[in-house]
């Protein structure tokens, strides 16, 4: 079951990638994303059971939304400047790097068929974003960190392994107190650090983007930005809901599956290049699926 909600996540969450690099300008619209999921959010919080009087949860939840504001900016920003299928694969690129932090501050440990799976699905992701050529694209990555252009992906990247961790101790906390309401804390969760997040985010646009052309854009995509906040929900949310039983290093492995989608959404729908030499890459990514359902 945890397997199929991760593969659900990460359509939901190729879909609000997608949504966002074809807007007219995806730092705008990330922030009307964000708007409609805060709404989400206080309709959530009059249904459910908001726990207010676990400040340890408050404390998880509020560090988390920092690191998501930033990264949905810095996501934002390196859409604007490079191909959706160049970006993608270097941001969700984690896999090789939760490990190790997950070792240390959070005493995971990994399967055998879990190390391996992350093997195969970390090589489909540098096969994906370097033309095919793994060897040769170790050279690439060194002038891709080089370019000043491509910053922004590497910091999201970053970002994606800090909240990564901060998610899975977050969700940790809220099962302790919670054991027996997994997807309320998975929901509870998402919109508390999004409250965070999103206000951060969308006081920033507001504080350095020139208001005309930001209202031009949310009278535009409205309904674009709902798709992608609803998208959003099932992405982040369904992840939260997982954190509470697995560990958080094969979580973000399983899940960048989506990867796979959004790069084809590029190639073939886009007409980004280098699509056919990523047939490799899926079936890596597929064998690396069925080592960790295989594992569990």
């Given at each position: ?34 708007l ?10 009059f ?36 191909d ?11 896999p ?34 370097f ?144 699509g ?21």
């Open positions: 079951m945890n397997v199929g909600l991760i593969l659900l996540s990460s359509l939901s969450h190729a879909l609000w990638n997608v949504l966002t690099q074809t807007s007219a300008n995806s730092r705008y619209f990330s922030g009307l994303k964000g409609w999921i805060i709404g989400l959010g206080l309709v959530a919080f249904i459910l059971d908001f726990p207010f009087d676990h400040p340890d949860l408050l404390f998880w939840a509020a560090l988390s939304g920092v690191l998501h504001g930033v990264y949905i900016l810095c996501l934002s920003r390196a859409y604007s400047t490079q959706i299928s160049y970006v993608y694969p270097i941001a969700r690129s984690a090789v790097f939760v490990p190790f932090f997950a070792y240390y501050f959070l005493a995971e440990t990994l399967s055998i068929y879990t190390f391996f799976a992350i093997g195969f699905i970390l090589l489909a992701i540098y096969i994906l974003h033309k095919g050529g793994v060897i040769h694209g170790v050279k690439n990555l060194w002038n891709a960190i080089l370019h000043k252009d491509l910053r922004w992906a590497f910091y999201t990247l970053a970002l994606v392994v800090a909240y990564s961790l901060v998610d899975k101790k977050g969700m940790d906390v809220f099962f302790v107190h919670f054991p027996d309401q997994a997807f309320t804390n998975g929901l509870l969760f998402f919109f508390m650090e999004s409250f965070v997040g999103f206000i951060l985010y969308v006081a920033y646009l507001f504080w350095r983007e020139p208001r005309a052309e930001l209202f031009a854009v949310w009278k535009k995509e409205w309904m674009k930005a709902l798709i992608a906040g609803v998208a959003t929900l099932g992405s982040y949310g369904l992840i939260c809901v997982v954190l509470q039983f697995e560990d958080v290093s094969t979580v973000v492995s399983l899940r960048q599956t989506s990867v796979l989608m959004v790069v084809y959404w590029g190639c073939w729908k886009l007409g980004e290049p280098f056919k030499q990523r047939i490799l890459a899926s079936g890596l990514i597929i064998a690396g699926i069925g080592l960790i359902g295989w594992g569990e």
